[in-house]
T-cell receptor, first 113, second 113 residues
Framework: DAGITQSPRHKVTETGTPVTLRCHQT?????MYWYRQDPGHGLRLIHY???????DKGEVSDGYSVSRSKTEDFLLTLESATSSQTSVYFC????????????FGQGTRLTVV | DQQVKQNSPSLSVQEGRISILNCDYT??????FLWYKKYPAEGPTFLIS?????DKNEDGRFTVFLNKSAKHLSLHIVPSQPGDSAVYFC????????????FGTGTRLTVIP
């Protein structure tokens, strides 16, 4: 299994509070991604990174920011959580970006009340 | 706008028989396709992929077929086993340029012993 660790695995937070999810990899892969999974939508890309300090937006980036200060860590921040951000969040990594398979972490279940 | 569609939310198959999971896509720029398997409370696991230069790719019990003219791909599992019971996601991307995997909404496969 690819060495990907997401933390926390579960979190309940209140509307309006900031939340940071962490993804840590031990594979030294260049590309890292944050997806969210919602019923009826499959998985959708929030943001991705193609190197240290190099990030770009995905399909559903509004309300989210990311940072990558080290190859192994990719942080997803919800600046002010809303109920619509209740979801399961998955981190993924890949060696080559497009045209290569991505490997996923176990997910973080976030509930915003 | 769902660019990758899995129109069957669920499928039940007897153990030992063939499972056929279908996927359609709308974006003709997609040229790399993947199938992922997902168990509850786990991240998606990569199963098999196919490039648009091929129309078939096999890996053990799993075969993916691609029909570019119909913008359709399918995953065949033969023979089906109870451990194959999971949600299967189809995903598509472009091999160059974009770094996004577009996912379908998933098909829940149940293999009946």
């Amino acid at each position: 299994d690819a060495g990907i660790t997401q933390s926390p695995r579960h979190k309940v937070t209140e509307t309006g509070t900031p939340v940071t999810l962490r993804c840590h990899q031990t594979e030294n892969h260049r590309y890292m991604y944050w997806y969210r999974q919602d019923p009826g939508h499959g998985l959708r890309l929030i943001h991705y990174s193609y190197g240290v300090k190099d990030t770009d937006k995905g399909e559903v980036s509004d309300g989210y920011s990311v940072s990558r200060s080290k190859t192994e860590d990719f942080l997803l921040t919800l600046e002010s959580a809303t109920s619509s951000q209740t979801s399961v969040y998955f981190c993924a990594i890949s060696q080559g970006g497009s045209g290569t398979e991505a490997f996923f972490g176990q997910g973080t279940r976030l509930t915003v009340v | 706008d769902q660019q990758v569609k899995q129109n069957s939310p669920s499928l039940s198959v007897q153990e030992g028989r063939i499972s056929i999971l279908n996927c359609d896509y709308t974006n003709s720029m997609f040229d790399y396709f993947l199938w992922y398997k997902k168990y509850p409370a786990e991240g998606p696991t990569f199963l098999i992929s196919i490039s648009s230069i091929k129309d078939k790719n096999e890996d053990g019990r799993f075969t993916v077929f691609l029909n570019k003219s119909a913008k359709h791909l399918s995953l065949h599992i033969v023979p089906s086993q109870p451990g194959d019971s999971a949600v299967y996601f189809c995903a598509a991307s472009r091999q160059t340029g974009a770094n996004n995997l577009f996912f379908g909404t998933g098909t829940r496969l149940t293999v009946i012993p």
